[in-house]
Nanobody, 121 residues
């Protein structure tokens, strides 16, 4: 009933930049926290960045100063600007949102399908 769709992944050279986008659609009343997670080959999924409804942000130490998370509440969207990319940033990036259902008024955590980011040396 609620879907998150990511876009913006691709192949980039080390030191380059990418901007990931995630748009939520469906029976949405409001969205609380939104975030980006990633899973590299052979590793567990980890939090990259998170932003609350009030705009408070949290970043993984490995990306702090390089990545910036932002959101557009009017569009039910969240973005991740990734600068100074490193090969170790290579992973599938997943969008996450805590969504309040328009009818049930309950909070449901939803995930996007993932978008692949590959950083070459």
């Amino acid at each position: 009933q609620v879907q998150l769709v990511e876009s913006g992944g691709g192949l980039v050279q080390a030191g380059g930049s990418l901007r990931l986008s995630c748009a939520a659609s469906g029976s949405i009343s409001s969205i609380n926290a939104m975030g980006w997670y990633r899973q590299a080959p052979g590793k567990q999924r980890e939090l990259v960045a998170r932003v609350s409804n009030g705009g408070s942000t949290n970043y993984a130490g490995s990306v702090k100063g390089r990545f910036t998370i932002s959101r557009d509440n009017a569009k039910n969207a969240v973005y991740l600007q990734m600068n100074s990319l490193k090969p170790e940033d290579t992973a599938v990036y997943y969008c996450n949102a805590e969504v309040v259902h328009v009818t049930y008024r309950s909070v449901v955590e939803v995930w996007g399908q993932g978008t692949l980011v590959t950083v070459s040396s």
